[in-house]
T-cell receptor
Framework: KQEVTQIPAALSVPEGENLVLNCSFT??????LQWFRQDPGKGLTSLLL?????REQTSGRLNASLDKSSGRSTLYIAASQPGDSATYLC??????????FGKGTKLSVKP | DGGITQSPKYLFRKEGQNVTLSCEQN?????MYWYRQDPGQGLRLIYY???????QKGDIAEGYSVSREKKESFPLTVTSAQKNPTAFYLC???????????FGPGTRLLVL
């Protein structure tokens, strides 16, 4: 059964810092991996989707990488801003077509 | 505006009562999903539907029921059999199960 782990559970950084969020998964047989953002009390916003055949995806200041063989993905945020403060969730899509979510990393960017 | 709407934002349930959470989308998506989120936990799949008049159980379907009579709508009923219903409920939709899922704003269910 797929398990998705996100480390660290919480992260606090000063504004302007570059940072990396980590996601690991136990079953490498995935169709894709997705990164989401969740603000307190809100729904999820899709940030990036990486297909299993891809190594990375970029959107603005965000870059996500995927290494299926090692069961890892990273989300890189460049030049962090206070508006980036949120919980970031990763999820894998497997053969049964279900998204399996990690518990998230709560990011706080201090002005 | 295209998107997914959920109502109500907050819902209170009395002991032994069934309650229904609404989810509507105008994105013309075939697939729709219901997730439950507990504090400090990842999302867990309750039910999903790939097409009208068809739905499948997810990982935690016990105590819940759904219907998919229209493409745009996927209501979730929390029955009295669900003994711990307090949670944040999120609905999502996608073009197909392999594509990006788009989420609604959520409904917070509380027990009186």
């Amino acid at each position: 059964k797929q398990e998705v782990t996100q480390i660290p559970a919480a992260l606090s950084v000063p504004e302007g810092e570059n940072l990396v969020l980590n996601c690991s998964f136990t079953d490498s047989a995935i169709y894709n991996l997705q990164w989401f953002r969740q603000d307190p009390g809100k729904g999820l916003t899709s940030l990036l989707l990486i297909q299993s055949s891809q190594r990375e995806q970029t959107s603005g200041r965000l870059n996500a990488s995927l290494d299926k063989s090692s069961g890892r993905s990273t989300l890189y945020i460049a030049a962090s801003q206070p508006g980036d403060s949120a919980t970031y969730l990763c999820a894998t899509l497997g053969g049964q077509g279900n998204l399996i979510f990690g518990k998230g990393t709560k990011l706080s960017v201090k002005p | 505006d295209g998107g997914i709407t959920q109502s109500p934002k907050y819902l209170f349930r009395k002991e032994g009562q069934n309650v229904t959470l609404s989810c509507e989308q105008n994105l013309n998506h075939d697939a729709m999903y219901w997730y439950r989120q507990d504090p400090g936990q990842g999302l867990r799949l309750i039910y999903y539907s790939q097409i009208v008049n068809d739905f499948q159980k997810g990982d935690i379907a016990e105590g819940y029921s759904v219907s998919r009579e229209k493409k745009e709508s996927f209501p979730l009923t929390v029955t009295s059999a669900q003994k711990n219903p307090t949670a944040f409920y999120l609905c999502a939709s996608s073009i197909s199960r392999a594509e990006t899922q788009y989420f609604g704003p959520g409904t917070r269910l509380l027990v009186l």
